[in-house]
């Protein structure tokens, strides 16, 4: 599904030698799995989600979505990619604060110009995270678990190839964290989707199907 190769990001200082951030990234994410990006804070998770998320492009190496080079494309193709193969759950959950639920998931698909029936699929996604009985409830009526599983039924509402997740729980208890990675594990197995989360969260580290493990920008060897 995703393959980086040789994967550098450096970052200028005034004055100094450039921060690497990321040094020769070479990983395989799977498709129809839950891939975990794990490592303590400052390690270049954020920075590999961002790049391998066509948010960002590296400094040098390769980055291959469903076997093409992103790397170098324009930054409409780029735009394009993202608002229709690709889904993101941040920390903050970002959710639109004068629409409801249900508008929130809609506009989701409005940007993602898709050709489906909305209603139905917005329907659909908010039974799938366990809200179909608030979609008329405004954000702030809802607890942070709640807000969090609206933006993942936003992040899967257009059908992504792949949902990039940046520590999605970092705001949440440990028993509503719990709860978002089951919700994970139950999209990727029955709806087949790809998803990659990255956290620092040592209770949730082992719950990918695969784990990779970033040390001061590299990818540890276990």
Known sequence: ??????????????????????????VKIPKGKLTILRGKSGSGK???????????????????????NIVGVSDKEREQLRRQKIGFVFQSVSLI???????NVEFALRLS????????????CLHLVGLGKRMQHMPQELSGGEQQRVAIARAIAHKPQVVFADEPTAELDTATSL????????LVQGQGVTIVMTTHDMALMNAGDM???LEDGSVKVE
Do not use: H
């Not at 393959?3 to 951030?21: D, L, S």
């Not at 604060?97 to 508008?103: L, Q, S």
């Open 1 to 26: 599904m995703i393959e980086t190769k040789n994967v550098c990001r450096e970052f200028p200082i005034a004055g100094g030698e450039p921060f690497q951030a990321l040094k020769n990234i070479s």
């Open 46 to 68: 954020t920075t590999l989600i961002n790049i391998i998320g066509a948010l960002d492009t590296p400094t040098s190496g390769e980055v291959f979505l469903d076997g093409k």
């Open 211 to 213: 784990v990779y493990t």
């Open 97 to 103: 604060p004068m629409m409801t639920v249900y508008e």
């Open 113 to 124: 110009n898709y050709k489906g029936d909305r209603k139905k699929r917005v329907e659909e």
């Open 179 to 186: 709860a978002v990675i089951k919700l994970f594990k139950d």
